[in-house]
């Protein structure tokens, strides 16, 4: 977000005696620091129902901490700080489906190498795999280990998200290092659905996941 826009947000809201009510909307609003590509997929997920993901190498986007969404962001060749602000914000604000009243069932399939890898070191791993407990504790997120014993599995190409919802085509998001894509594509949906039915198998149950994920938290504490 940059500082013009709030700063005109804040006098708009004067204007019409607003609370904030605004300037929550603006990280949405204003997603320019957001490929063409994704800037669908933020309406995907406020209108979504559930939502089923998988990573092979990072947390996904809507369970990172600011602090480690921005080591991510800042490993991308040519960015600028307030580019790297501006997609954190971004990302904060789509956090905020959690905070519904009905808030969507959130089924995340990680790879175990996404809470081995130090992105932003030690401090910022163990609030990132802290908070990945906080959700777990929650009754709309599952969160599932795929083993590093595993090997090689259907989802080495890339991570994935699919979206249901009521009065909406499900939708795929689709990450590669090029550009990715939004697509509601029937074909193309149930491929993917396909392919995260194929990883799931491989996936360990809910209390082995969550005792990984203590476990890896508890080494960074040590570290």
Known sequence: MSEASRTFTLSAETVLNLNGELLRLLPSATVVSAPKWFREWPKVEENAHTIRTWQPLVIPGL???????????????????????????????????????????????????????????????????????????????????????????????????????????DHISLEDAAQGSVSDREETVRKVNLRYDAIHKWAHPIHVSERLVREAAARYEDH
């Not at 080591?71 to 959690?98: D, K, M, S």
């Not at 089924?107 to 190498?113: F, G, K, T, V």
């Not at 991570?159 to 085509?169: E, N, Q, V």
């Open 63 to 169: 369970l990172q901490t600011p602090a480690y969404a921005r080591a991510i962001l800042g490993a991308e060749p040519g960015v600028t700080h307030a580019w790297i602000e501006e997609t954190v914000a971004t990302r904060l604000h789509r956090q905020r489906v959690f905070e519904r009243k009905e808030p969507p069932m959130y089924w995340a399939l990680l790879d175990e190498c996404a809470l081995i890898r130090p992105i932003g070191g030690t401090d910022v791993m163990r609030e990132q795999l802290e908070h990945l407990l906080t959700m777990m504790a929650t009754p709309f997120v599952s969160i599932q280990i795929i083993p590093l014993s595993v090997g090689a599995t259907p989802g080495l190409l890339g991570g994935f998200a699919l979206a249901k919802g009521a009065g909406m085509p």
